[in-house]
T-cell receptor
Framework: GDSVTQMEGPVTLSEEAFLTINCTYT??????LFWYVQYPGEGLQLLLKATKADDKGSNKGFEATYRKETTSFHLEKGSVQVSDSAVYFCALSDSGTSYGKLTFGQGTILTVHP | NAGVTQTPKFRVLKTGQSMTLLCAQD?????MYWYRQDPGMGLRLIHYSVGEGTTAKGEVPDGYNVSRLKKQNFLLGLESAAPSQTSVYFC????????????FGPGTRLTVL
C-alpha cells in the first residue's frame, strides 16, 4: 500500500536558518503530493502541493519539488521565522482511488528560536 | 464562510459511554472524511463519505459509526468508548472527485478514562 516517510524530529533551528524536512513516498499510480502545517491548537492547513513530476509547489517562502525519480517531496525554506514553529505533515493522495484518501507521514515538529 | 467546523472542541468520557462528534461544512463539498491523530502516527482515516446518504470504511473503522443525512454534516459516533479511542479527531472535506485538496476542521480532543 501507499506510505509516506518523514525525517525524524523534532527539528530545532534559530531564526533565519535554512530549513529542510525530508519526505519520501511509496505509491502505485501517480499521486498528488502535499505539505500540510498544523499550528499549536489548530487544525491542518494546506501549505503547498504538487500534482505531477517536476512540479514545484510554493507558498509563504516554503518550496517543495515533486521528484519522481527519487520518490521525494522535500520541504525547504531559506530563512525561517519564529512564527513557522508548527508540525509539518507530508501527504499523498492517490489518484487511482475513487475517494481520494490522503496518506500522511508521521509529522515533524519544528521549533524556531529567536 | 466558516469552512469546516467541529463540535465539541474537547470531551472527556468514561469507558463504555457514547457520544457523537459533529462536523459541518459550508462549502457545498461532496466528500467528507473523519481522521484520528495519534502521536508519532500522522493521521489515519476512520470513515469517509462521497456524497449525501453514503458512507464507507477507512483504514481504522472499528468502534466507530458515521452518518451523512445532510450534505453539509458528517457525524462520527462512538457507541461504547474505550481508552484506545483517546485521540484528536479531525474532519475534512473535499469539493469533488475532480479536486484533490482536503480542508480540515480545528479538531476535537477526546479523552476516554
Amino acid at each position: 500500500g501507499d506510505s509516506v516517510t518523514q525525517m525524524e524530529g523534532p527539528v530545532t533551528l534559530s531564526e533565519e536558518a535554512f530549513l529542510t524536512i525530508n519526505c519520501t513516498y511509496t505509491a502505485t499510480g501517480y499521486p498528488s503530493l502535499f505539505w500540510y502545517v498544523q499550528y499549536p491548537g489548530e487544525g491542518l492547513q494546506l501549505l503547498l502541493k504538487a500534482t505531477k513530476a517536476d512540479d514545484k509547489g510554493s507558498n509563504k517562502g516554503f518550496e517543495a519539488t515533486y521528484r519522481k525519480e527519487t520518490t521525494s517531496f522535500h520541504l525547504e525554506k531559506g530563512s525561517v521565522q519564529v512564527s513557522d514553529s508548527a508540525v509539518y505533515f507530508c501527504a499523498l493522495s492517490d489518484s487511482g482511488t475513487s475517494y481520494g484518501k490522503l496518506t500522511f507521514g508521521q509529522g515533524t515538529i519544528l521549533t524556531v528560536h529567536p | 464562510n466558516a469552512g469546516v467546523t467541529q463540535t465539541p472542541k474537547f470531551r472527556v468520557l468514561k469507558t463504555g459511554q457514547s457520544m457523537t462528534l459533529l462536523c459541518a461544512q459550508d462549502m457545498n463539498h461532496e466528500y467528507m472524511y473523519w481522521y484520528r491523530q495519534d502521536p508519532g502516527m500522522g493521521l489515519r482515516l476512520i470513515h469517509y463519505s462521497v456524497g449525501e446518504g453514503t458512507t464507507a470504511k477507512g483504514e481504522v473503522p472499528d468502534g466507530y459509526n458515521v452518518s451523512r443525512l445532510k450534505k453539509q454534516n458528517f457525524l462520527l459516533g462512538l457507541e461504547s468508548a474505550a481508552p484506545s479511542q483517546t485521540s484528536v479527531y479531525f474532519c475534512a472535506s473535499r469539493r469533488d472527485y475532480l479536486t484533490d485538496t482536503q480542508y480540515f476542521g480545528p479538531g476535537t480532543r477526546l479523552t476516554v478514562l
